[in-house]
């Protein structure tokens, strides 16, 4: 099951992306934002996603963290400043 929610507060827009899947092992956490880092097979994945993500959330003046725990889910928030009329 996959839950995306957002607000706006204090000229930010939060968003927040949880699932209920198998959650991402403790000893990954720090890691799932480095370029090529992936558990999955080898060939299969590119370990890319997550960090294009943070660069593309980071260059627009927004942070990314994550929440998780074993068999329970993962939940992803992003929060963005609200740049109204301002193009980049």
């Not at 949880?18 to 000893?27: L, N, Q, R």
């Amino acid at each position: 099951r996959l839950i995306i929610s957002g607000d706006v507060k204090d000229e930010h827009i939060g968003l927040r992306f949880a699932d209920t899947c198998s959650g991402i092992a403790p000893e990954n956490l720090d890691k799932i934002f480095e370029p090529f880092f992936t558990t999955g097979p080898v060939g299969e994945r590119t370990g890319l996603g997550l960090c294009i993500v943070e660069r593309i959330v980071s260059g627009a003046g927004g942070k990314i963290r994550v929440e998780s725990k074993a068999s329970k889910g993962t939940t992803f928030y992003i929060t963005l400043p609200i740049n109204e009329g301002k193009l980049s």
